[in-house]
């Protein structure tokens, strides 16, 4: 099992840079894939970005492609979602999640472990 805590959300203009972190606990960290993922209100929480065990591989929604990077330190168990130009619309709460199978996964239903989120607000 594997406890996941996020942390580096908060209030940013549009056109803003944040960096999220996933720290994770328990098993060996590079045995996880590893997703992010976000939910607006009123909205059903939707895919942002995904990293195979290594890192070799990345997956990102189209919305946020070019703009955000998904990279980890397996050997600081963290994983990391660096988000430029930010939007308006990209506000929601951030959720990181793991996984002990292998490749990439791109739905909710491919991970087994989430953090609580962490909230990112893009004003106008």
């Known amino acids: 099992q594997v406890q996941l805590v996020e942390s580096g959300g908060g209030l940013v203009q549009a056109g803003g840079s944040l960096r999220l972190s996933c720290a994770a606990s328990?098993?060996?960290?590079?045995?996880?894939?590893m997703g992010w993922f976000r939910q607006a209100p009123g909205k059903e929480r939707e895919f942002v970005a995904a990293?195979?065990?290594?890192?070799?591989?990345?997956y990102y929604a189209n919305s946020v492609k070019g703009r955000f990077t998904i990279s980890r330190d397996n050997a600081k168990n963290t994983v990391y979602l660096q988000m430029n130009s930010l939007k308006p619309e990209d506000t929601a709460v951030y959720y990181c999640?793991?996984?002990?199978?292998?490749?990439?996964?791109?739905?909710?239903?491919?991970?087994?472990?989430w953090g609580q989120g962490t909230q990112v607000t893009v004003s106008s």
């Open positions: 999640a793991a996984d002990d199978n292998i490749g990439i996964g791109v739905q909710a239903f491919d991970y087994r472990y």
């Open positions: 328990g098993r060996t960290f590079s045995s996880y894939r």
């Open positions: 990293i195979s065990r290594s890192g070799g591989s990345t």
